[in-house]
């Protein structure tokens, strides 16, 4: 194992408030999977922190201001440890170092909500724009069933049992049925293949959009039951950003789309390359989420 002292070292352009937090002094990580844009690590007990070299920020991400190849080369079940404001991956020789004064807080919410007609009509403009640019990738192809639309593709069978649980929550929620609603929500989790699977993605927009905005309606017994089903049901990567979602915060981009869908300060164009570039298909599949969220009370 390399030492310490001879790591590579390049500094953090940012930190989430969450991953600052998890890396507690001296503290052990270990590696548990990949994207295309970073490395997931699993702080003890059940902290995720995401190393990219994206530029979006989020609550759980180390952001550096490039992807490095060293990162390429740790592997699954490779350790990193926190010590003296570094986080250290000794067996490639490489390190981050960390600093508070670069740490990222999820901005609250600002001003307010405006009339349900108008949150609607930005969720249909983003909503073609995503179909125009990506077609039916994901659960993109629920999307114009959701909002009222013809449809333009037959569903799988997979994407039609799907279908007739989210109107199944969408009906819970008009009318306030609390039980249906946890159990429609519930049976999302741990659906679909991934580090994130597609029916945590739904999850994850249709929270922050609820939580973010609240919608006329305090969502805290719901929020808890979820959460507390994701760390047993889901990944451990998926219950972190549920628990975050929870809360009203979340990844920049998705921030612009709530935000954008909510009070218009974000661009319809924006807002649609928002959800194409979170992820391959996680993108729509949360827009997916927030459409249940917004028709719900429409």
Request: glycine content about 8%; proline content about 4%; hydrophobic content about 45%.
């Amino acid at each position: 194992m390399a030492s310490s002292t001879a790591c590579h070292s390049i500094p953090a352009v940012s930190i989430g408030s969450a991953a600052w937090r998890a890396l507690t002094p001296d503290c052990t990580a270990r590696v548990i999977g990949f994207s295309s844009r970073g490395v997931f690590l699993l702080v003890p007990p059940q902290h995720i922190v995401f190393v990219s070299g994206e530029r979006y920020r989020s609550p759980l991400t180390i952001n550096l201001d490039r992807s490095d190849d060293r990162l390429r080369a740790v592997e699954v079940g490779a350790m990193a440890r926190f010590s003296d404001t570094r986080l250290i991956f000794p067996s490639i020789a490489f390190s981050i170092s960390l600093a508070e004064d670069v740490v990222w807080q999820c901005p609250s919410a600002t001003g307010a909500a405006r009339p349900s007609a108008e949150r609607v009509r930005t969720l249909r403009a983003i909503a073609e724009g995503v179909l125009a640019q990506r077609g039916h990738d994901g659960l993109a192809a629920l999307l114009p069933t959701l909002l009222g639309w013809p449809a333009t593709a037959p569903l799988s069978a997979e994407q039609s049992a799907l279908l007739d649980r989210l109107s199944a929550v969408r009906r819970a929620m008009r009318v306030g049925d609390v039980s249906a609603l946890l159990a429609g929500l519930t049976s999302l989790l741990g659906q679909g293949r991934g580090l994130t699977p597609s029916g945590d993605d739904v999850l994850i927009g249709l929270l922050l959009m609820l939580n973010r905005w609240h919608l006329d309606r305090d969502w805290a017994v719901m929020n808890r039951s979820l959460m507390e089903a994701a760390y047993r049901v889901t990944t451990t990567i998926s219950a972190n950003l549920i628990e975050w979602a929870a809360s009203g915060q979340g990844d920049e981009r998705l921030i612009a789309v709530v935000d954008g869908i909510a009070t218009g300060t974000t661009s319809i164009d924006e807002c649609v390359d928002c959800v194409l570039d979170w992820g391959s298909s996680s993108g729509s599949d949360a827009l997916v989420g927030m459409t249940v969220a917004v028709t719900a009370r429409s």
